[in-house]
């Protein structure tokens, strides 16, 4: 997910974003630990688009207190 898509999601919708691609990488990491899947690449990728969702919510939440 590119960054700009995610700049323009509201706060809920962030936060929606972030609980779901948490919830994908779990089931991919236990599938991984399982032998059931090697997608070494998704689990990378989703873990960079949750460091996106986070920053962005945190530059979001730190300029509302500015």
């Not at 997910?1 to 936060?15: F, G, P, S, V, Y």
């Amino acid at each position: 997910m590119k960054a700009e898509k995610i700049r323009n999601l509201t706060d809920e919708e962030l936060r929606h974003q972030e609980r779901e691609m948490s919830d994908q990488l779990f089931k991919l990491k236990f599938q991984l630990n399982m032998g059931q899947t090697e997608s070494l690449k998704k689990i990378r990728g989703l873990r960079k688009d949750i460091a996106r969702v986070k920053t962005i919510a945190r530059q979001r939440a730190k300029g509302e207190q500015q």
